[in-house]
């Protein structure tokens, strides 16, 4: 973690970030209603609920189950999309 954090991100990732050939192309079909910056802090904030990492957090800390877990990350992405939008507005 602590190599992870102390690089720069223009040097190449650890891990691929494969979650991002899911985002890009849903947060870059807002292009005619979100300017790039607010695209890419979208981006940027659904990675965070998208993914391994977020399913594990939800169900170790408040101990939710598979289908619990699933459905909070969902909710999780859409309040992020939805925020967006209402901000581009």
Excluded: C, F, H
């Amino acid at each position: 973690m602590t190599v992870w954090l102390e690089n720069e991100p223009r040097e190449a990732p650890l891990r691929p970030g494969r979650r991002m050939n899911y985002i890009e192309p849903i947060v870059d079909s807002l292009k005619d209603v979100l300017s790039p910056r607010a695209r890419k802090r979208l981006k940027q904030a659904l990675s965070i609920v998208i993914g391994t990492e977020a399913l594990i957090a939800v169900r170790d800390i408040s101990r939710a189950s598979v289908e619990e877990s699933l459905d909070a990350t969902a909710w999780a992405a859409r309040a992020l999309v939805r925020q967006a939008l209402a901000e581009g507005e």
